[in-house]
C-alpha cells in the first residue's frame, strides 16, 4: 500500500480507502460484527489508513464498530464520517447541512466513534437548501474547537463546492480539502466539471462506487441475469440498480472480464486498476462484505494495465462532455478563437 495527500495538505491517506457501508447487517446486504472485524484487519494489516463511513450506515452500527475496532490504533488511523442525510424523519432539522445538525450530528459521531476528533468531516450531499457560506463557517468552527481536522464534500454540484472554496480561502477559513464523487468505468460524468474542479482547486478526488455497484466485478452478467445475486442491494431494492444495469454498462463490464482473463485477475482488480491509472489522482473507495472479498479488491494494487488496455476501456466507457466543453475542442471553434495561432500554440 502506497500513500497520496489528501488534496492540498500535509495528510497522508492510503491510494485504497476502505469503505464501511458493509459493516453492520441493518441494510440487509452487509456483515456481522465477526466479518467486518476480518474486513478491518486485513486492511490494517495491507497498510491501509484511511476509513470512510457516514452517520447514516446501518443506522450508526458502521460508526460504532469502527470505534471499537480502531480503539487501540486511533492515532495511526485517518478516519472520516458524514453528516446530511435524515437521522429522525419526524424532525425537521435532523437533516440537511445546516449548523445545527451540523453539531448535532458530529457529536453523535464522536460519541459512536469513541474518539474526541474526527480526521475528516464529509457533507454527505447537497442538500439544495441551506448556503454553502453556512456550512463552511459552520465546519471552520468545528474546526477551531479541535473536533475536526479537515473539511470535504460528496455528491455537490461543481458550481457549489467552487463557489464555497472561493470565499473560504478569501476569508482564510476551512475550505473543502476533497470530494466524493460517483465514478467508475460505467460513470464517468464527474470528468465533465467536478474532476476539473478539484484539479484546480488541488483537492483530493475519493470515488465511491468504484465497481459500478458490483456490475464492473461481473456479478450481474451471471447466469442469474440483470437481477444478478439473489443477496445483493439490488435483488434487495431493485429500483436501487436500474440505472447501472443499462446495455453499455454490461457492454463495458463485459470489456472489463475479458481484459482480466486475459491477465488472469478478477475484473474488480482491472476495474479498480483502470482508476488508479487515471491522469489525475483518485482514491478508490472499496467496500467488503468479508476478508477474501477485500483481498481480491486489493489485489488491484499489484500490477498496471498496459496503455492498449487503458486505451481500450477509455473508449468503451468513453461519455460525451456535452456542452460547453465538447464544442469548445472543436478544432474550428478553437481557431475562431485564436486565429492562426491556434496551430502554433505550445500546450
Same mark, same amino acid.
Given at each position: 500500500m502506497r500513500y497520496r495527500l489528501f488534496g492540498n495538505t500535509g495528510l497522508k491517506v492510503s491510494e485504497i480507502c476502505?469503505?464501511?457501508?458493509?459493516?453492520?447487517?441493518?441494510?440487509?446486504?452487509?456483515?456481522?460484527?465477526?466479518?467486518?472485524?476480518?474486513?478491518?484487519?486485513t486492511y490494517v494489516e495491507a497498510g491501509g489508513n484511511f476509513l470512510d463511513t457516514a452517520n447514516y450506515y446501518t443506522k450508526g452500527t458502521s460508526e460504532t464498530l469502527i470505534g471499537k475496532f480502531a480503539s487501540k490504533i486511533r492515532q495511526s488511523l485517518v478516519i472520516a464520517t458524514k453528516y446530511t442525510l435524515s437521522q429522525?424523519?419526524?424532525?425537521?432539522?435532523?437533516?440537511?447541512?445546516?449548523?445545527?445538525?451540523l453539531f448535532r450530528s458530529l457529536e453523535e459521531s464522536l460519541k459512536r466513534l469513541k474518539t474526541d476528533y474526527i480526521d475528516i468531516y464529509w457533507v454527505h450531499a447537497f442538500d439544495g437548501?441551506?448556503?454553502?457560506?453556512?456550512?463552511?463557517?459552520?465546519?471552520?468552527?468545528?474546526?477551531?474547537?479541535?473536533?475536526?481536522?479537515?473539511a470535504g464534500?460528496?455528491?455537490a454540484p461543481a458550481w457549489v463546492i467552487a463557489k464555497g472554496n472561493t470565499e473560504a480561502l478569501f476569508r482564510n477559513k476551512i475550505a473543502f480539502s476533497g470530494i466524493q464523487v460517483n465514478y467508475s468505468l460505467i460513470e464517468r460524468t464527474s470528468e465533465r466539471d467536478l474532476i476539473p474542479m478539484a484539479e484546480d482547486f488541488k483537492m483530493a478526488v475519493t470515488a465511491w462506487s468504484p465497481l459500478g455497484m458490483g456490475v464492473l466485478a461481473g456479478k450481474y452478467s451471471s447466469p442469474e441475469g440483470k437481477k444478478g445475486p439473489k443477496e445483493s442491494r439490488f435483488a434487495i431494492n431493485p429500483e436501487f440498480g436500474k440505472r447501472f444495469l443499462s446495455e453499455k454498462n454490461l457492454a463495458i463490464a463485459k470489456t472489463v472480464q475479458q481484459i482480466a482473463k486475459k491477465l488472469k485477475v478478477t475484473a474488480a482488480e482491472v476495474a479498480l486498476n483502470?482508476? $488508479?491509472?487515471?491522469?489525475?489522482?483518485?482514491?478508490? &473507495?472499496? *467496500?467488503?462484505?468479508?476478508? =477474501?472479498? /477485500?483481498?481480491?479488491?486489493?489485489?488491484?494494487?499489484?500490477?498496471?494495465?498496459?496503455?492498449?488496455?487503458?486505451?481500450?476501456?477509455?473508449?468503451?466507457?468513453?461519455?460525451?462532455?456535452?456542452?460547453?466543453?465538447?464544442? $469548445?475542442?472543436?478544432?474550428?471553434?478553437?481557431?475562431? &478563437?485564436? *486565429?492562426?495561432?491556434?496551430? =502554433?500554440? /505550445?500546450?
Open positions: 476502505l469503505g464501511t457501508m458493509t459493516f453492520g447487517e441493518e441494510f440487509k446486504w452487509g456483515s456481522d460484527e465477526k466479518s467486518s472485524l476480518e474486513v478491518f484487519k429522525d424523519p419526524k424532525d425537521p432539522n435532523a437533516s440537511g447541512n445546516h449548523r445545527k445538525n437548501i441551506t448556503p454553502i457560506e453556512e456550512t463552511l463557517r459552520a465546519l471552520d468552527d468545528a474546526v477551531r474547537q479541535g473536533k475536526i481536522l479537515y464534500i460528496s455528491d483502470w482508476l $488508479l491509472q487515471r491522469p489525475f489522482p483518485v482514491i478508490p &473507495i472499496v *467496500g467488503a462484505k468479508n476478508k =477474501k472479498q /477485500l483481498q481480491e479488491n486489493l489485489g488491484c494494487l499489484n500490477f498496471k494495465l498496459n496503455e492498449k488496455d487503458l486505451k481500450l476501456l477509455d473508449e468503451v466507457s468513453d461519455i460525451s462532455l456535452g456542452f460547453p466543453h465538447d464544442f $469548445l475542442k472543436e478544432s474550428g471553434i478553437r481557431k475562431l &478563437i485564436h *486565429g492562426e495561432v491556434e496551430d =502554433k500554440l /505550445l500546450l
